[in-house]
């Protein structure tokens, strides 16, 4: 029975506070908006909660054992004694509440306020807010749609079977497992591998195409498996899983390869198949808004970020690939500003991709091949990291910075395999959203030594004017 019910009135509601809907809600409100912003679960969304920086914390911990050998070779001794899981666990979860307690405190000096519960259009005005005893009806002017994403279930591997989890469970296991099989070989499967298999567990891949992490160029892959013994453990392309068995302790998944079945077995099934809007999404009632899911499972935006209905607008994983944090910020920004009257548009062109193996994996722009198509002309210039002073003194040196220029010298795109290639990254997109040519990045001034450097080494190259190899 439902024995709270109060009616509220704003200018803008936000469905859902991930990096897209906290920073739409945030940004509204500083334009002098009134803001409520609506959670269902945990402010911060997925991606300070059960993705990007839990993730990331647990691969900055699962590095321990490279650092300890190397500080050895350099004369501080040094052993690890016991690795303590559950202290690991706590300081991740330190970080995480740090970063949520941040949100919630920003949230609170714009005067947003936050609504607990799971919001559903009533019509195109009006949103249900329900929370256990209570409800909340909110009438609104303007609305934006953060609903995010979440895993991907695979018939026959459904995440409430025993032993079957994903991305998020992954994240508060209370030990590591001795072996683990991971479903999917995607950008999420393959971070997991990363700190599982740095943490001594063993990990069984079994990805479904021809190769793992086909959305990046195969010769990065290629370059990354070299370089990463770990990868190549038991990677199973081409192979399909069906279903779990249970043996004593042990999960065992099913799956065809070819005319093969494999039983492959671990403490438990990480399945990382991908992720979907479309749960989220058809909890929302978006047919009282006269809103519909497209045949992607994604919501239709303009570049102002609405939605075919002007007052109600959608950012973040709800309207489509790339699903990261860093567009759905972007989107949010804009979002905020167009609830607010401000002229704003998502025209960006370029969304770098980073993933956080070891090394790091960063792309921004055209790749060769695509270049290759595009221009008659390509110049290509790489730089190892071998040859880069501070890859040297950091004991990081895996890896490789490469630019893509088309013939007019004008840079097109930016491949990184290496330490701090998520920061580098930066400058390569910021050159590439401004149009830079490789003089450009070549002339300016790093500070030395740094891993960016590898840029302007790499434009060197590719204007055959390098100097350090
Ligand atoms: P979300 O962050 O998913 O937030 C949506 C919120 O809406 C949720 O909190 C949900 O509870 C709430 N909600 C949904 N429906 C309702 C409703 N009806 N009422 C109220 N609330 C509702 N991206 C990167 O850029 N870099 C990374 O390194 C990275 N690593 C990742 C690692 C993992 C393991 C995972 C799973 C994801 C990772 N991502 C990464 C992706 C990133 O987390 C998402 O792209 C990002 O969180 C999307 O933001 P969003 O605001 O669209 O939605």
């Known amino acids: 029975m439902v024995v709270g019910d109060?009616?509220?009135?704003?200018?803008?509601?936000?469905?859902?506070?991930?990096?897209?809907?906290?920073?739409a809600a945030i940004r509204a409100a500083q334009e002098g908006k009134d803001v409520i912003i609506i959670e269902k679960e945990d402010i911060g969304g997925t991606c300070l909660n059960r993705g990007c920086i839990p993730a990331k914390a647990l691969i900055h911990a699962s590095k321990f054992h490279e650092d300890i050998q190397h500080w050895n070779e350099i004369g501080i001794k040094a052993e690890c004694?016991?690795?303590?899981?559950?202290?690991?666990?706590?300081?991740?979860?330190?970080?995480?509440?740090?970063?949520?307690?941040?949100?919630?405190?920003?949230?609170?000096?714009?005067?947003?306020?936050?609504?607990?519960?799971?919001?559903?259009?009533?019509?195109?005005?009006?949103?249900?807010?329900?929370?256990?005893?209570?409800?909340?009806?909110?009438?609104?002017?303007?609305?934006?749609?953060?609903?995010?994403?979440?895993?991907?279930?695979?018939?026959?591997?459904?995440?409430?079977?025993?032993?079957?989890?994903?991305?998020?469970?992954?994240?508060?296991?209370?030990?590591?497992?001795?072996?683990?099989?991971?479903?999917?070989?995607?950008?999420?499967?393959?971070?997991?591998?990363?700190?599982?298999?740095?943490?001594?567990?063993?990990?069984?891949?079994?990805e479904a195409r021809e190769r793992v992490l086909s959305n990046f160029q195969e010769d990065i892959v290629s370059r990354l498996k070299e370089m990463t013994p770990e990868y190549d453990d038991e990677i199973y392309t081409s192979t399909m899983a069906q279903k779990v068995n249970y043996e004593e302790d042990k999960a065992v998944l099913i799956a065809e390869q070819g005319d093969e079945t494999l039983e492959i077995s671990g403490d438990y099934v990480l399945v990382a198949a991908g992720r979907t809007a479309k749960p989220n999404l058809e909890k929302i009632g978006l047919e009282n808004a006269g809103l519909e899911?497209?045949?992607?499972?994604?919501?239709?935006?303009?570049?102002?970020?609405?939605?075919?209905?002007?007052?109600?607008?959608?950012?973040?994983?709800?309207?489509?690939?790339?699903?990261?944090?860093?567009?759905?910020?972007?989107?949010?920004?804009?979002?905020?500003?167009?609830?607010?009257?401000?002229?704003?548009?998502?025209?960006?062109?370029?969304?770098?991709?980073?993933?956080?193996?070891?090394?790091?994996?960063?792309?921004?722009?055209?790749?060769?091949?695509?270049?290759?198509?595009?221009?008659?002309?390509?110049?290509?210039?790489?730089?190892?990291?071998?040859?880069?002073?501070?890859?040297?003194?950091?004991?990081?040196?895996?890896?490789?910075?490469?630019?893509?220029?088309?013939?007019?010298k004008k840079l097109q795109g930016v491949q990184i395999v290496g330490p701090r290639a998520s920061d580098t990254l930066a400058e390569a997109t910021l050159a590439l959203e401004m149009q830079a040519y490789l003089d450009d990045i070549a002339n300016t001034i790093h500070a030395h030594p740094t891993f960016p450097e590898v840029l302007q080494e790499a434009c060197k190259d590719a204007l055959d004017k390098s100097v350090h190899i």
């Open 6 to 23: 109060i009616e509220t009135g704003t200018d803008v509601v936000v469905i859902g506070s991930g990096p897209g809907g906290y920073t």
């Open 81 to 206: 004694e016991h690795v303590n899981f559950d202290e690991i666990q706590e300081w991740k979860q330190d970080t995480v509440e740090k970063l949520n307690s941040g949100v919630k405190h920003i949230l609170d000096r714009e005067g947003v306020e936050v609504m607990n519960g799971e919001a559903k259009f009533e019509d195109e005005e009006t949103l249900r807010v329900e929370e256990a005893h209570n409800a909340e009806t909110v009438k609104f002017e303007k609305a934006i749609i953060a609903t995010g994403s979440q895993p991907i279930e695979i018939p026959g591997l459904e995440f409430e079977k025993e032993k079957i989890i994903s991305s998020k469970e992954l994240l508060n296991l209370e030990e590591v497992p001795e072996e683990i099989v991971v479903v999917g070989g995607g950008y999420i499967g393959m971070e997991a591998v990363t700190k599982l298999a740095k943490f001594g567990c063993t990990v069984k891949v079994v």
């Open 293 to 408: 899911i497209n045949e992607e499972g994604f919501l239709n935006v303009d570049e102002q970020m609405k939605t075919s209905k002007e007052n109600i607008l959608a950012i973040g994983d709800a309207i489509g690939q790339p699903m990261l944090a860093h567009k759905a910020y972007r989107e949010g920004d804009v979002a905020g500003e167009i609830v607010s009257g401000k002229p704003a548009a998502f025209d960006n062109q370029y969304i770098p991709k980073a993933m956080y193996t070891d090394p790091e994996v960063g792309v921004a722009g055209m790749n060769p091949e695509e270049a290759e198509e595009e221009f008659d002309e390509v110049l290509i210039g790489e730089f190892p990291l071998e040859a880069s002073g501070r890859a040297l003194t950091t004991n990081k040196t895996n890896g490789f910075c490469r630019v893509i220029a088309s013939g007019d």
